[in-house]
Protein backbone atom coordinates (compact mmCIF):
# COMPACT_ATOMS: atom_id res chain seq x y z
CA UNK A 1 0.00 0.00 0.00
CA UNK A 2 1.05 3.59 -0.88
CA UNK A 3 0.25 6.74 1.27
CA UNK A 4 0.22 10.25 1.49
CA UNK A 5 -0.69 13.15 3.82
CA UNK A 6 -1.86 16.31 2.56
CA UNK A 7 -3.74 19.28 4.67
CA UNK A 8 -6.29 17.70 6.63
CA UNK A 9 -6.88 14.57 4.37
CA UNK A 10 -5.37 11.17 3.17
CA UNK A 11 -4.86 9.46 0.25
CA UNK A 12 -3.63 5.24 -0.22
CA UNK A 13 -3.91 2.97 -2.59
CA UNK A 14 -5.07 -0.15 -2.05
CA UNK A 15 -3.55 -3.51 -2.40
CA UNK A 16 -5.82 -4.06 -5.84
CA UNK A 17 -5.04 -0.65 -7.56
CA UNK A 18 -7.82 1.20 -6.11
CA UNK A 19 -7.85 4.54 -4.49
CA UNK A 20 -8.34 4.85 -0.46
CA UNK A 21 -9.31 8.82 0.38
CA UNK A 22 -10.05 10.18 3.32
CA UNK A 23 -10.68 13.70 5.70
CA UNK A 24 -11.47 16.45 4.25
CA UNK A 25 -10.32 16.60 0.41
CA UNK A 26 -10.49 19.46 -1.51
CA UNK A 27 -11.92 17.89 -4.41
CA UNK A 28 -14.03 14.65 -5.68
CA UNK A 29 -11.30 12.18 -7.47
CA UNK A 30 -12.77 10.75 -10.67
CA UNK A 31 -15.20 7.87 -11.03
CA UNK A 32 -13.67 4.36 -11.77
CA UNK A 33 -9.77 5.40 -10.91
CA UNK A 34 -7.96 2.28 -10.79
CA UNK A 35 -4.63 0.30 -11.93
CA UNK A 36 -2.93 3.12 -9.13
CA UNK A 37 0.71 2.74 -8.77
CA UNK A 38 1.26 5.93 -6.65
CA UNK A 39 -0.78 9.37 -5.31
CA UNK A 40 0.28 12.52 -4.07
CA UNK A 41 -1.82 14.62 -1.32
CA UNK A 42 -1.61 18.15 -1.27
CA UNK A 43 -3.22 21.68 -0.29
CA UNK A 44 -6.06 22.29 -2.77
CA UNK A 45 -5.31 19.69 -5.28
CA UNK A 46 -4.32 15.80 -5.48
CA UNK A 47 -2.22 13.55 -8.22
CA UNK A 48 -2.61 10.02 -9.05
CA UNK A 49 -0.19 8.02 -11.03
CA UNK A 50 -1.54 4.91 -13.29
CA UNK A 51 0.61 1.65 -13.87
CA UNK A 52 0.62 2.78 -18.03
CA UNK A 53 2.57 5.59 -16.94
CA UNK A 54 -0.49 8.09 -17.48
CA UNK A 55 -1.04 10.84 -14.67
CA UNK A 56 -4.68 11.54 -13.34
CA UNK A 57 -5.29 15.69 -10.81
CA UNK A 58 -8.25 16.50 -8.93
CA UNK A 59 -8.51 19.36 -6.64
CA UNK A 60 -10.69 22.29 -5.36
CA UNK A 61 -12.18 24.51 -8.42
CA UNK A 62 -12.73 27.58 -6.01
CA UNK A 63 -8.82 27.56 -5.71
CA UNK A 64 -8.45 28.48 -9.59
CA UNK A 65 -7.25 26.29 -11.89
CA UNK A 66 -3.33 26.50 -11.96
CA UNK A 67 -2.97 22.62 -10.55
CA UNK A 68 -5.51 21.30 -13.40
CA UNK A 69 -3.29 22.31 -16.15
CA UNK A 70 -1.41 18.72 -16.80
CA UNK A 71 0.51 19.14 -19.94
CA UNK A 72 -0.92 16.66 -23.14
CA UNK A 73 0.94 13.56 -23.60
CA UNK A 74 2.26 13.10 -20.58
CA UNK A 75 2.03 9.06 -20.98
CA UNK A 76 6.19 7.73 -19.22
CA UNK A 77 5.30 9.00 -15.86
CA UNK A 78 6.66 6.90 -12.96
CA UNK A 79 7.10 9.17 -10.09
CA UNK A 80 5.03 11.97 -9.31
CA UNK A 81 5.06 14.91 -5.89
CA UNK A 82 2.30 17.99 -5.04
CA UNK A 83 2.95 20.94 -2.44
CA UNK A 84 1.60 24.32 -2.07
CA UNK A 85 1.09 26.51 0.92
CA UNK A 86 -2.44 28.20 1.09
CA UNK A 87 -1.60 30.40 -1.77
CA UNK A 88 0.29 27.47 -3.93
CA UNK A 89 -0.31 24.90 -6.16
CA UNK A 90 2.49 22.57 -7.47
CA UNK A 91 2.97 19.46 -9.01
CA UNK A 92 6.00 17.43 -10.44
CA UNK A 93 6.64 14.42 -12.11
CA UNK A 94 9.01 12.47 -13.37
CA UNK A 95 9.48 11.18 -16.44
CA UNK A 96 10.93 8.08 -17.12
CA UNK A 97 13.79 9.36 -19.12
CA UNK A 98 14.99 11.31 -16.25
CA UNK A 99 13.70 14.40 -16.98
CA UNK A 100 10.78 16.81 -14.93
CA UNK A 101 7.59 17.85 -15.53
CA UNK A 102 6.04 20.70 -13.67
CA UNK A 103 2.98 22.80 -13.67
CA UNK A 104 0.78 24.96 -11.44
CA UNK A 105 2.44 27.63 -8.93
CA UNK A 106 5.75 26.33 -10.04
CA UNK A 107 9.19 27.79 -10.99
CA UNK A 108 10.32 26.70 -13.90
CA UNK A 109 12.25 23.09 -14.30
CA UNK A 110 16.08 24.25 -14.23
CA UNK A 111 17.31 23.84 -17.83
CA UNK A 112 19.10 20.56 -18.87
CA UNK A 113 18.17 18.87 -15.91
CA UNK A 114 18.71 15.10 -16.46
CA UNK A 115 19.22 11.95 -14.90
CA UNK A 116 16.60 12.19 -12.14
CA UNK A 117 15.35 9.30 -10.04
CA UNK A 118 13.37 11.60 -7.57
CA UNK A 119 11.63 14.04 -6.69
CA UNK A 120 9.97 16.39 -4.37
CA UNK A 121 7.51 19.86 -4.25
CA UNK A 122 7.80 21.83 -1.46
CA UNK A 123 5.67 25.18 -0.19
CA UNK A 124 7.14 27.69 -3.60
CA UNK A 125 10.53 24.84 -3.89
CA UNK A 126 11.75 22.25 -5.74
CA UNK A 127 14.25 19.58 -5.42
CA UNK A 128 15.24 16.73 -7.78
CA UNK A 129 17.98 13.57 -7.14
CA UNK A 130 20.46 12.68 -9.96
CA UNK A 131 21.41 9.22 -10.54
CA UNK A 132 24.92 10.40 -8.93
CA UNK A 133 23.61 11.24 -5.47
CA UNK A 134 23.64 14.87 -6.79
CA UNK A 135 20.78 17.18 -5.43
CA UNK A 136 19.62 20.07 -7.54
CA UNK A 137 17.00 22.59 -5.89
CA UNK A 138 15.20 25.63 -7.01
CA UNK A 139 12.36 27.68 -6.63
CA UNK A 140 11.63 30.30 -4.05
CA UNK A 141 14.75 30.22 -1.35
CA UNK A 142 13.58 33.16 1.29
CA UNK A 143 14.37 30.63 4.16
CA UNK A 144 17.67 28.96 2.53
CA UNK A 145 15.21 25.95 1.43
CA UNK A 146 17.43 25.80 -2.13
CA UNK A 147 20.77 26.05 -0.56
CA UNK A 148 22.30 22.70 -0.37
CA UNK A 149 24.92 22.17 2.21
CA UNK A 150 28.25 22.34 1.32
CA UNK A 151 29.04 18.16 2.06
CA UNK A 152 25.88 16.97 1.29
CA UNK A 153 26.90 14.29 -1.29
CA UNK A 154 25.61 10.47 -1.76
CA UNK A 155 22.06 11.19 -1.48
CA UNK A 156 19.64 8.30 -2.20
CA UNK A 157 16.02 10.31 -0.95
CA UNK A 158 15.02 13.36 -1.01
CA UNK A 159 11.80 15.25 1.31
CA UNK A 160 10.74 19.27 1.16
CA UNK A 161 8.28 20.62 3.51
CA UNK A 162 6.79 24.05 3.01
CA UNK A 163 9.86 25.92 3.61
CA UNK A 164 12.50 23.03 4.61
CA UNK A 165 14.38 20.58 2.88
CA UNK A 166 15.68 17.35 4.05
CA UNK A 167 18.04 14.60 2.33
CA UNK A 168 18.82 10.79 3.68
CA UNK A 169 22.51 10.37 2.57
CA UNK A 170 23.63 6.29 1.84
CA UNK A 171 25.12 5.96 4.99
CA UNK A 172 21.46 5.82 6.97
CA UNK A 173 22.01 9.88 7.89
CA UNK A 174 19.59 12.51 7.33
CA UNK A 175 20.62 16.29 6.71
CA UNK A 176 18.31 19.12 6.92
CA UNK A 177 18.06 22.90 5.44
CA UNK A 178 15.69 26.02 5.48
CA UNK A 179 12.91 27.09 7.55
CA UNK A 180 13.67 26.17 11.63
CA UNK A 181 11.25 28.66 13.09
CA UNK A 182 9.14 25.11 14.42
CA UNK A 183 12.29 22.97 14.64
CA UNK A 184 12.19 21.25 11.81
CA UNK A 185 15.88 20.79 11.74
CA UNK A 186 16.24 20.06 14.82
CA UNK A 187 16.96 16.14 14.02
CA UNK A 188 17.99 14.22 17.29
CA UNK A 189 21.72 13.57 17.80
CA UNK A 190 22.96 10.51 16.51
CA UNK A 191 19.98 10.03 14.48
CA UNK A 192 21.21 6.87 12.01
CA UNK A 193 20.34 3.52 10.20
CA UNK A 194 17.27 5.86 8.61
CA UNK A 195 16.04 4.30 5.64
CA UNK A 196 13.18 7.27 4.37
CA UNK A 197 12.10 10.30 5.02
CA UNK A 198 8.90 12.52 4.72
CA UNK A 199 8.83 16.47 5.29
CA UNK A 200 5.65 18.09 6.80
CA UNK A 201 4.53 21.51 6.80
CA UNK A 202 6.37 22.43 9.49
CA UNK A 203 7.92 19.22 10.89
CA UNK A 204 10.44 16.03 9.85
CA UNK A 205 10.13 12.48 9.80
CA UNK A 206 12.63 9.70 9.62
CA UNK A 207 12.03 6.05 9.21
CA UNK A 208 14.94 3.52 10.87
CA UNK A 209 15.47 0.38 9.99
CA UNK A 210 14.24 -1.36 13.27
CA UNK A 211 11.21 -0.40 11.67
CA UNK A 212 11.00 2.58 14.36
CA UNK A 213 9.40 6.59 13.41
CA UNK A 214 11.36 9.46 14.38
CA UNK A 215 9.91 12.87 14.42
CA UNK A 216 10.60 16.29 15.22
CA UNK A 217 9.46 20.07 14.50
CA UNK A 218 5.78 20.95 15.31
CA UNK A 219 2.00 20.22 14.17
CA UNK A 220 0.15 22.54 11.96
CA UNK A 221 -0.86 25.15 12.86
CA UNK A 222 1.89 25.34 15.26
CA UNK A 223 1.20 24.55 18.59
CA UNK A 224 4.49 24.47 20.03
CA UNK A 225 8.13 24.13 18.79
CA UNK A 226 10.59 20.52 19.23
CA UNK A 227 9.61 16.95 18.67
CA UNK A 228 6.44 15.80 17.38
CA UNK A 229 4.28 13.28 18.60
CA UNK A 230 4.74 9.63 17.88
CA UNK A 231 2.14 7.49 19.17
CA UNK A 232 3.65 5.04 21.64
CA UNK A 233 4.73 1.58 20.71
CA UNK A 234 4.59 2.43 16.98
CA UNK A 235 6.85 -0.72 15.54
CA UNK A 236 7.45 -2.32 12.40
CA UNK A 237 6.94 0.83 10.17
CA UNK A 238 7.57 0.40 6.53
CA UNK A 239 6.36 3.13 4.75
CA UNK A 240 6.28 7.04 6.08
CA UNK A 241 4.39 10.34 5.06
CA UNK A 242 3.88 13.79 6.49
CA UNK A 243 1.57 16.73 5.75
CA UNK A 244 -0.21 19.42 7.76
CA UNK A 245 -1.29 18.21 11.11
CA UNK A 246 -0.70 14.59 10.68
CA UNK A 247 1.35 11.99 9.53
CA UNK A 248 0.75 8.35 8.21
CA UNK A 249 2.40 4.93 8.64
CA UNK A 250 2.26 1.52 7.28
CA UNK A 251 2.89 -1.35 9.73
CA UNK A 252 3.18 -4.89 8.37
CA UNK A 253 2.75 -7.88 10.68
CA UNK A 254 5.50 -10.51 10.57
CA UNK A 255 4.37 -13.08 8.01
CA UNK A 256 5.80 -14.54 4.98
CA UNK A 257 4.82 -12.32 2.16
CA UNK A 258 5.28 -14.65 -0.89
CA UNK A 259 6.51 -17.83 -2.20
CA UNK A 260 8.21 -19.06 -5.27
CA UNK A 261 7.83 -22.72 -6.29
CA UNK A 262 10.59 -24.16 -9.08
CA UNK A 263 10.89 -28.02 -9.84
CA UNK A 264 14.14 -27.56 -7.38
CA UNK A 265 13.27 -25.15 -4.42
CA UNK A 266 10.95 -23.42 -2.44
CA UNK A 267 11.79 -19.60 -2.53
CA UNK A 268 10.29 -17.81 0.27
CA UNK A 269 10.25 -14.04 1.04
CA UNK A 270 9.59 -11.74 4.41
CA UNK A 271 10.49 -7.77 5.56
CA UNK A 272 13.04 -7.98 8.60
CA UNK A 273 14.23 -5.47 10.77
CA UNK A 274 17.04 -4.34 11.95
CA UNK A 275 18.17 -5.67 15.61
CA UNK A 276 16.31 -8.41 15.12
CA UNK A 277 16.44 -12.17 14.23
CA UNK A 278 14.19 -14.23 12.51
CA UNK A 279 14.01 -18.09 11.72
CA UNK A 280 11.86 -20.03 9.10
CA UNK A 281 9.96 -23.11 10.38
CA UNK A 282 8.30 -25.99 8.68
CA UNK A 283 5.29 -28.55 9.15
CA UNK A 284 3.92 -31.23 6.82
CA UNK A 285 0.49 -30.64 8.33
CA UNK A 286 0.71 -27.88 10.89
CA UNK A 287 -0.49 -30.46 13.84
CA UNK A 288 1.20 -29.71 17.16
CA UNK A 289 4.76 -30.68 17.64
CA UNK A 290 5.31 -31.35 14.07
CA UNK A 291 7.15 -27.97 13.30
CA UNK A 292 11.08 -27.87 12.35
CA UNK A 293 13.58 -25.62 11.64
CA UNK A 294 14.38 -25.14 8.11
CA UNK A 295 18.31 -25.31 7.02
CA UNK A 296 19.53 -21.74 6.52
CA UNK A 297 16.40 -20.80 7.91
CA UNK A 298 17.75 -18.25 10.64
CA UNK A 299 18.01 -14.21 9.52
CA UNK A 300 19.40 -11.46 11.12
CA UNK A 301 17.40 -8.25 10.44
CA UNK A 302 18.83 -5.42 8.24
CA UNK A 303 15.98 -3.34 7.43
CA UNK A 304 15.01 -5.36 4.24
CA UNK A 305 13.32 -8.06 2.94
CA UNK A 306 14.59 -11.46 3.36
CA UNK A 307 14.89 -14.36 1.25
CA UNK A 308 15.05 -17.99 2.50
CA UNK A 309 15.20 -21.02 0.41
CA UNK A 310 13.87 -24.97 1.25
CA UNK A 311 16.03 -27.11 -1.05
CA UNK A 312 14.35 -30.08 0.17
CA UNK A 313 10.89 -29.10 -0.78
CA UNK A 314 10.98 -30.58 -4.17
CA UNK A 315 11.91 -34.07 -2.65
CA UNK A 316 9.07 -34.19 0.05
CA UNK A 317 6.21 -36.26 -0.95
CA UNK A 318 4.00 -34.46 1.35
CA UNK A 319 2.68 -30.86 1.63
CA UNK A 320 4.99 -27.72 3.09
CA UNK A 321 3.79 -25.49 5.80
CA UNK A 322 5.42 -22.32 6.69
CA UNK A 323 6.06 -19.81 9.41
CA UNK A 324 8.45 -17.36 10.63
CA UNK A 325 9.13 -16.35 14.16
CA UNK A 326 11.03 -13.59 15.36
Not at 14 to 35: E, F, K, Q, R
Not at 159 to 177: E, I, M, Q, R
Request: glycine share 12%.
Amino acid sequence: MTISAGWGYSLAIAPDGMLIDWGNDPGTPPAGLSDLVAVAASHQHSLALQADGTVVVWGDPGRGWAWANIPEGLTNAVAISANGDSDGEQSLVLNRDGTIVAWGNVSSVPDGLSNVVAIAAGGWHELALKNDGVIVAWGDDSYGQTDLPADLTNAVAIAAGDFHSLALKSDGTVDAWGWDGEGELDMPDGLSNVVAIAAGTYDSIALKSDGTVVAWGATYPPIDSGEADVPDGLTNVVAISAGAGHSLAITIPLQITSIFLTSKSSLLRFHTFSGQQYSVEYSPDLSPGSWTALVGGNVSGNGQDAWVTDTNAAASATARFYRVKQ
